[in-house]
């Protein structure tokens, strides 16, 4: 969109995405669709930043290019910057350090706050793409502790038509099928412990697919997006009144 943006989104290194991810990008309410903002966004790709560098092997490297391009963003007028990846958790806390803007890696960082709406005794359901990536340290550099959160986490590399992009990265999405799949894990997992009180996907191919997640489930959403609308509303890029 025209105008200068407050809102920066760091991107993988293009090139570098698989194809069934790319049909995902061009969904309305994905995080790198510039078409799912009312208000300008800066997108840059990190070179390097792809899957094995991000999911399966975090990078050092890959961290320090993140952020020497959030302070070129920043140089432009960004306040505030996200990444694509929900598995960017990781080096929130280092990012967060070193920047003297609003950083916001995850919508893991929702976790304490979604945990505070719906009390202790409660649970928040972190649905991710793969749960054997996603480990305490991506949690820990939240700010998410297990002392202090009552959290569980569903992953839906068990979904045959989801899981291609782990195994058959080249053979593009059937979408009607993965839609119904995404829909029917997260309702099982949801309706697999009656303490469950919300939902945050820390998977940012997921916003897409929010409002369906919501009907389907009964249950509060939160996502990569969410944090997106609080940044927007608090830079003035969006208002109620």
């Not at 790709?45 to 070129?72: F, N, S």
């Not at 793969?130 to 998410?144: I, K, R």
């Not at 045959?160 to 099928?177: F, G, L, T």
Request: hydrophobic share 40%; aromatic share 8%; proline share 6%.
């Amino acid at each position: 969109m025209e105008g200068k943006a407050k809102i920066g989104i760091l991107r993988w290194e293009e090139g570098k995405v698989e194809k069934g991810l790319l049909q995902l990008e061009e969904l309305a309410g994905n995080s790198t669709n510039p078409d799912s903002y009312p208000f300008p966004v800066e997108m840059v790709h990190v070179p390097g930043a792809c899957m094995d560098t991000i999911l399966r092997h975090p990078d050092p490297v890959i961290k320090q290019r993140m952020i020497d391009a959030a302070k070129e963003m920043q140089s432009h007028g960004v306040k505030a910057v996200f990444g694509s990846c929900g598995f960017n958790a990781i080096w929130q806390k280092d990012m967060a350090a070193a920047l003297d803007i609003s950083v916001c890696m995850s919508a893991i960082l929702q976790v304490p706050f979604v945990q505070q709406t719906i009390g202790p005794e409660r649970k928040v359901l972190v649905v991710t793409a793969n749960a054997g990536a996603l480990t305490e340290e991506h949690f820990e550099s939240c700010g998410v502790y297990k002392d202090r959160c009552n959290y569980v986490v569903a992953g839906l590399e068990k979904c045959p038509e989801w899981n291609k992009q782990y195994d058959s990265p080249d053979i593009p999405y059937d979408m009607e099928y993965l839609e119904q799949e995404i829909l029917g894990a997260i309702d099982a997992a949801a309706k697999s412990d009656p303490a469950i009180g919300a939902i945050v996907l820390e998977c940012t191919d997921l916003p897409p697919y929010q409002q369906k997640i919501r009907e389907v489930t009964g249950l509060p959403v939160y996502s990569i997006n969410t944090m997106i609308g609080y940044a927007a509303l608090m830079l003035g890029e969006i208002k109620m009144f």
